[in-house]
């Protein structure tokens, strides 16, 4: 649970609003610790995306350069690390966009096997990164953002810049291919 910091006014707020006050004022500091509490969760959401290391380091990276350029503009609408978050989604989309071609997406929830989505036997740790990690780009994404970090689908889709109704569909059908891969056992 994150610590509370007291306010002049008596009032009570988050740390990390309070960090970045202090980092929009030129505080050093107060960025760095916002990035030593944050870049962990980053990375791993880097990582998950990407699934290459080294194109996680970079993004990561970016993500707080771009953070720390745009400190003034954090409204405090949300939390940092949902801010943070959409930093880096931003930052892997653009540098996507430029090295790949189109990431494929369901548009239709008709499209996809409505098996129920429970595992008969348990799985390693392992071998369900593996599964994700096998997973078509769309899926994949999709399921980092809902399955993984909790993002509701308007916040996901909104992030990825696709339906809402897609973002559903791409959940279902990413946790559908999770369960054939764990279930065939067939490891990529």
Request: charged share 30%; with cysteine; hydrophobic share 40%.
């Amino acid at each position: 649970m994150q610590e509370e910091a007291p306010l002049a006014d008596g009032g009570v707020a988050d740390i990390d609003q309070v960090l970045v006050a202090r980092a929009c004022g030129g505080d050093v500091r107060a960025f760095e610790r916002l990035y030593r509490e944050h870049a962990g969760r980053v990375h791993g959401l880097c990582l998950r995306m990407t699934h290459d290391p080294a194109l996680a380091e970079d993004y990561t990276q970016e993500t707080f350069v771009r953070a720390w350029r745009s400190l003034d503009r954090f409204e405090a609408r949300s939390r940092v690390s949902t801010w943070l978050h959409r930093i880096a989604v931003n930052v892997i989309l653009e540098r996507r966009r430029r090295r790949e071609p189109p990431v494929e997406y369901v548009e239709d929830i008709a499209e996809v096997d409505r098996d129920h989505d429970t595992l008969d036997t348990p799985v390693e740790e392992a071998e369900l990164e593996a599964a994700v990690a096998s997973l078509p780009q769309g899926a994949r994404d999709v399921l980092t953002l809902c399955g993984i970090y909790g993002y509701a689908h308007g916040e996901a889709a909104a992030m990825l810049g696709i339906a809402e109704g897609t973002c559903k569909a791409q959940l279902h059908r990413a946790r559908s291919l999770v369960r054939a891969r764990l279930e065939s056992g067939v490891r990529t």
